[in-house]
C-alpha cells in the first residue's frame, strides 16, 4: 500500500537514531549528520511520490485519450 507513513519509515528512523545520538555523544554534530540525513532521504521520498503521481496522471490521461478516440470510430 502506497501513500501512507511507510513511505516515510527510512526518514523517520534517521531522525530518531540523530536525536538519540545527540542525546548519547558530547559533540551533537554527531547527530546532526543523521537529521541531515533524514531530511535528505525525506526530499527524495517527496520527489518520488510526486513522480509516480505524474505517471500514473499522464496514464490515466492516456487511457481516457484512447478511449474516445475508440467512441469515435
Known amino acids: 500500500m502506497?501513500?501512507?507513513?511507510?513511505?516515510?519509515?527510512?526518514?523517520i528512523w534517521l531522525a530518531m537514531l540523530?536525536?538519540?545520538?545527540?542525546?548519547?555523544?558530547?559533540?551533537?554534530?554527531?547527530?546532526a549528520v543523521f537529521i541531515g540525513a533524514a531530511i535528505g532521504v525525506a526530499i527524495r521520498i517527496e520527489q518520488r511520490r510526486r513522480r509516480i503521481a505524474a505517471a500514473a496522471?499522464?496514464?490515466k490521461i492516456e487511457?481516457?485519450?484512447s478511449k474516445q478516440k475508440?467512441?469515435?470510430r
Open 57 to 59: 496522471a499522464s496514464a
Open 18 to 31: 540523530g536525536v538519540a545520538v545527540m542525546l548519547l555523544i558530547a559533540p551533537f554534530w554527531y547527530g
Open 70 to 72: 475508440r467512441k469515435r
Open 2 to 11: 502506497k501513500g501512507d507513513w511507510r513511505d516515510w519509515r527510512p526518514a
Open 63 to 65: 487511457r481516457r485519450s
